[in-house]
């Protein structure tokens, strides 16, 4: 469950511990610490360590450190702002499924077997929070209200953008990090959380829609056949989308199919699920960074020679807005002087000055403290 694979070594999933009080609860907990909610944990438990320690020693300040420079030592370790922002998400999306669980099929056939109610709710958690990471199921899917499928699907689609979206607002280092700013205005509308986000999820719908339609394309025409039969009421084409979308965010969720122990994907032909396996595939690795994270490179000359090319370009774009807006008659009595700021010392790790006003404190100003540091 921690590493969210979904496997069971039972043919049901999870369906045989629907009144399990205790492994459902774990289950969840596991499940969401393992992914979505692992940087959160991550920071708690150092946190929490930091309490238990002198202020005045070395250990301490190592914690310090970690809490105030996150994203400079893991690429999972956020600052404070960010990990919160993730948590209410994660709060959020989980909450959203559990409520529309409870007010569609709390009094549905599906779950007229599962007594007391305190059960269903408690099943409706633990299916809240497998359905966008970890591909379990303690109830049948293809018997839960439409509404739900929908839902799941979606959670589904979405599961990897809290983490994506949270890995990329905070990398201090990288420049350019979607990789889509054109013009020093695009660049600055990157350092505003509702832009950034905004652009982060249009790139991603545009990235992902024409694959996922594609496969779903290609595997209408490889199962017309079935796809037709009106005999084969299981056999539908949101099934097939639902398997597509489940297989492109590697949660493995299906809706199943009559009188079999396995996903809906086992009645699908050969080119069928050549394309599931190519689903997974480009899924799995959707959302990549552009280069190498910061936070996993040790410092060399050729890195240091980076950051300072880059610290030359944006001081030399800083300094064209500036005179550009000398031109134009805007004031500019609140500007720090940059003439005759040497532009390796100005900027040398990219983005940390710019990023202080969103919470990660302006140091790391040279490369001896660069190399102290990592």
């Known amino acids: 469950m921690f590493n969210d694979l979904g496997f069971t070594l039972t043919p049901d999933s999870m369906e045989s511990f629907q009144e399990a009080v205790l492994p ?25 360590a930091s309490q238990f320690v002198r202020h005045d020693s070395g250990v301490w300040e190592e914690f310090k450190f970690l809490l105030d420079h996150p994203r400079r030592c893991f690429t999972l370790l956020f600052p ?67 509404a739900i499928q ?17 890995v990329r607002r905070t990398n201090v280092y990288e420049e350019k990090s979607l990789g889509i700013w054109g013009s020093a205005k695009d660049e600055n509308e990157d350092e505003k959380e509702p832009s950034y986000v905004g652009a982060h999820l249009r790139r991603q719908l545009s990235f992902d829609l024409w694959y996922i339609f594609l496969g779903l394309f290609i595997i209408a025409i490889a ?53 599931i396996i190519a689903m997974q595939i480009r899924g799995r690795h959707r959302g990549l960074p552009n280069e190498l994270d910061r936070a ?5 000359d050729s890195l240091h020679k980076k950051e300072d090319e880059d610290a030359a370009r944006r001081m030399q ?52 403290g660069h190399a102290q540091q990592a």
């Open 150 to 166: 929908v839902s799941y699907l979606i959670m589904m689609y979405i599961s990897v953008f809290p983490i994506a979206i949270s």
């Open 223 to 275: 199962e017309a056949s079935r796809l037709e039969n009106t005999n084969e009421y299981a056999f539908t084409l949101f099934s097939v989308l639902f398997e597509i979308v489940s297989a492109y965010g590697t949660v493995g969720l299906s809706l199943g199919y009559p009188n079999i122990d396995a996903s809906f994907s086992a009645e699908f032909t050969v080119v069928s699920k050549l394309v």
């Open 317 to 368: 774009r800083r300094n064209s807005s500036i005179s550009n807006l000398e031109a134009t008659g805007h004031p500019l009595s609140n500007r720090t002087p940059t003439t005759g700021v040497p532009p390796n010392t100005a900027l040398a790790s990219g983005r940390d000055q710019e990023n202080g006003a969103n919470g990660v404190p302006d140091q790391h100003t040279s490369h001896s």
């Open 80 to 146: 404070t702002a960010a990990t919160w922002w993730l948590f209410w998400i994660l709060v959020v999306l989980n909450g959203l499924d559990l409520v529309f669980f409870i007010v569609l099929d709390f009094n549905d056939t599906v779950l007229s077997s599962i007594n007391p109610g305190g059960y269903r709710v408690l099943n409706g958690l633990f299916q809240a929070t497998s359905t966008r990471t970890a591909g379990f199921a303690s109830v049948n899917l293809a018997e839960l209200h439409p």
């Open 296 to 300: 996993i490179l040790l410092p060399s």
């Open 24 to 48: 459902l609860l774990l289950g969840s907990f596991l499940i969401v610490i393992g992914n979505t909610g692992f940087p959160c944990m991550l920071r708690f438990v150092i946190w929490t």
